[in-house]
T-cell receptor, first 115, second 110 residues
Framework: NAGVTQTPKFRVLKTGQSMTLLCAQDMNHEYMYWYRQDPGMGLRLIHYSVGEGTTAKGEVPDGYNVSRLKKQNFLLGLESAAPSQTSVYFC??????????????FGPGTRLTVL | GQQVMQIPQYQHVQEGEDFTTYCNSSTTLSNIQWYKQRPGGHPVFLIQLVKSGEVKKQKRLTFQFGEAKKNSSLHITATQTTDVGTYFCAGRNRDDKIIFGKGTRLHILP
């Protein structure tokens, strides 16, 4: 099993450009998440999904859109990139259940720089 | 909004010394998880605590969940160089939302 994979690993964009980050998991997990990690800020939730075809806003959703057309994939889109979106982006997945053993499995991250 | 405060932000210890990081929530949590992130890596799950007053051990690591389910701690006994990294707590609130603390970066001095 590959676990959680992210594409690409690195990307440099110019302000105003658009791009899509792809997250894929092969563990048949219901829940998927997108986080951004900035120095001193920890992990902040951008958007998440509790199942195929569903998405919900997290703590910092502005400037991002997501789609979950297939259970195993969760896409994060930046329509018009801004320097403030320079960050490391992590995708994660977990099994469903509020009190069940639902650890999050993280992908390796995408390092995005917006010039 | 709800916050999960984690202290200290940084900790430098001599190899062999103990280390503790603390998490405090403004509201009661359903459970709390702990993750470790090595430099340049991604967060990796360590443990989940669910019950009030729960204590769990993993070798040199001891995790505690407070009686009021608003705070938690991670204690490492006799640190080793392999313990280097950032330790995050993540609390799940009653709305089933997960909120991460900002992490404690542990640096080991040889």
């Amino acid at each position: 099993n590959a676990g959680v994979t992210q594409t690409p690993k690195f990307r440099v964009l110019k302000t105003g450009q658009s791009m899509t980050l792809l997250c894929a998991q092969d563990m048949n997990h219901e829940y998927m998440y997108w986080y951004r990690q900035d120095p001193g800020m920890g992990l902040r939730l951008i958007h998440y999904s509790v199942g195929e075809g569903t998405t919900a806003k997290g703590e910092v959703p502005d400037g991002y859109n997501v789609s979950r057309l297939k259970k195993q994939n969760f896409l994060l889109g930046l329509e018009s990139a801004a320097p403030s979106q320079t960050s490391v982006y992590f995708c994660a997945s977990s099994k469903v259940g509020a009190l069940s053993y639902n650890e999050q499995f993280f992908g390796p991250g995408t390092r995005l720089t917006v010039l | 909004g709800q916050q999960v405060m984690q202290i200290p932000q940084y900790q430098h210890v001599q190899e062999g010394e103990d280390f503790t990081t603390y998490c405090n929530s403004s509201t009661t949590l359903s459970n709390i998880q702990w993750y470790k992130q090595r430099p340049g890596g991604h967060p990796v799950f360590l443990i989940q605590l669910v019950k009030s007053g729960e204590v769990k051990k993993q070798k040199r690591l001891t995790f505690q969940f407070g009686e009021a389910k608003k705070n938690s701690s991670l204690h490492i006994t006799a640190t080793q160089t392999t313990d280097v990294g950032t330790y995050f707590c993540a609390g799940r609130n009653r709305d089933d939302k997960i909120i991460f603390g900002k992490g404690t970066r542990l640096h080991i001095l040889p």
